[in-house]
């Protein structure tokens, strides 16, 4: 057990139904925090909206909780205003993977060094259990009336695709591997992705509980390396990421793995990128002067505005 930022109270268990995989997601997001040796004033947590994001407020760090699927957009803003912060999201597979999936997608592009812990369980729980982008076809849950008929969305996949440099998959009932991979997502250099399979045993009980998940996942085989041991090397890239893609088409509801997919120690994070085109991050810009004068002399704008 761990204190401060790292302990957690019997109420905060009341914030979430009871077994549900979030509070074993909070204690991980703790332990990774401090097993990564984060500073806690240079720490935020970003959500968005849903049972997940209700985390930033039962963790001793800065909280930040936004509108429906835009986490990505303000956690990047964060870290580009002020790369000394470390910057971790944790949001639901709706808010991400569906009303959230352009920013999902065009972060890639960029690689800015956030950290994405999504808590994944196939449906919008706080609004009582629709089908979710990641809920399989033909799956009926609690409250659908009718097995769901759309195809569900490879957030691995298609975060291997886009761009992301670290790229895993854990689930909530192991709150030691969780961490475990939580810790070496943190201390990555660049985007990475966790995909949380997450318990919810009001709306998906069927298919989220810790038996259910512990009877069809199992680790990455032994012999798979998703690690890029060359980061200068296209062909080693490629190759990383087509094993990764593989390994992801041969998974099936009986067939789950958890694990490292892809990481790649790329130096070309967003930061350096505006760094080199000498763009400094706002916090580094003087704005007042040493009276706390504001620097910023607006007449000539004013001025242009005249008529």
């Not at 195809?151 to 298609?158: D, F």
């Not at 030691?176 to 660049?190: C, P, S, V």
């Not at 390396?225 to 099936?252: P, R, W």
Request: aromatic letters at 6%; a negative charge.
């Amino acid at each position: 057990m761990v204190t401060d930022l790292k302990s957690l109270t019997s109420n905060e268990f009341n914030d979430w139904c009871p077994g549900c995989g979030d509070s074993g997601i909070v204690l991980a997001v703790k332990n990774a925090i401090i097993g990564a040796n984060l500073d806690p004033n240079k720490t935020v947590i970003v959500s968005g909206i849903g049972c997940s994001s209700k985390l930033p407020h039962l963790v001793n760090v800065n909280g930040v909780h936004t509108l429906h699927g835009r986490a990505i957009p303000f956690a990047e803003g964060i870290k580009l205003a002020n790369p000394e912060m470390s910057v971790i999201i944790d949001s639901g597979d709706g808010d991400t993977y569906g009303i959230g999936v352009g920013h999902f997608i065009s972060a890639g592009r960029r690689n800015v060094d956030i950290k994405l812990f999504i808590h994944d369980n196939g449906v919008y729980s706080l609004t009582k259990g629709q089908a979710s982008p990641t809920l399989p076809k033909g799956r009926k849950t609690k409250s659908l009336p009718a097995p769901n008929i759309n195809g569900a969305l490879n957030p691995i996949a298609l975060a291997i695709m886009s761009g992301y440099t670290f790229v895993a998959r854990a689930q909530s009932y192991k709150v030691k591997e969780l961490t475990d991979i939580m810790i070496k997502a943190l201390q990555h250099r660049g985007l990475a992705l966790v995909d949380i399979l997450q318990g919810c045993p009001t709306y998906n009980p069927e298919f989220t509980s810790a038996t259910w998940f512990n009877a069809h996942t199992k680790p990455l085989p032994g012999e798979y390396d998703g690690i890029v041991k060359n980061a200068a090397d296209n062909n080693e890239i490629n190759k990383k990421k087509l094993n990764a893609i593989s390994m992801l088409l041969s998974e099936d509801e009986d067939n789950i793995h958890t694990g490292i997919f892809y990481q790649c120690e790329d130096p070309d994070v967003f930061e350096d990128r505006l760094a080199k085109r000498g763009m400094t991050s706002p916090i580094a810009q003087e704005i007042t002067d040493g009276s706390g004068k504001s620097l910023t002399d607006i007449e000539p704008l004013l001025k242009s505005l005249e008529v």
